[in-house]
């Protein structure tokens, strides 16, 4: 979605940044609130079972948001690279750039 805001609507890039983050932390928030109290009544290998897969649940959450703030701060370093007019350069341009190879 930032990509798509990115190019075709970069003036409101900067607040769809602020938007998703704040999703981002509100989905963080929630999934520390529910991971805890689950399974807590619970008794026995039933619980038990309940506990790990509840666990491995909020694993995958939090590996998901890694990846979406990942994802929002590429973007970011794009918007910025695209706002300076300075273009990236691509495998083909790095390996004709002179310096950049240490010779």
Known sequence: MLAYVRENSPH????????????????SGA???TAGGEAAGEEGEAA????????????????ERSRAVADVLYQSILYKFDALGAPLLNK?????APG????
């Open 31 to 33: 999934g520390a609130e």
């Open 12 to 27: 409101l890039f900067e607040t769809s940044v602020e938007e998703q983050l704040g999703l981002l932390e509100a989905a």
């Open 92 to 96: 083909a341009a790095l390996e004709d």
């Open 48 to 63: 038990s079972t309940d506990i790990a897969l509840y666990r491995r649940m909020e694993e995958v959450r939090r590996a």
């Open 100 to 103: 950049l190879r240490g010779t």
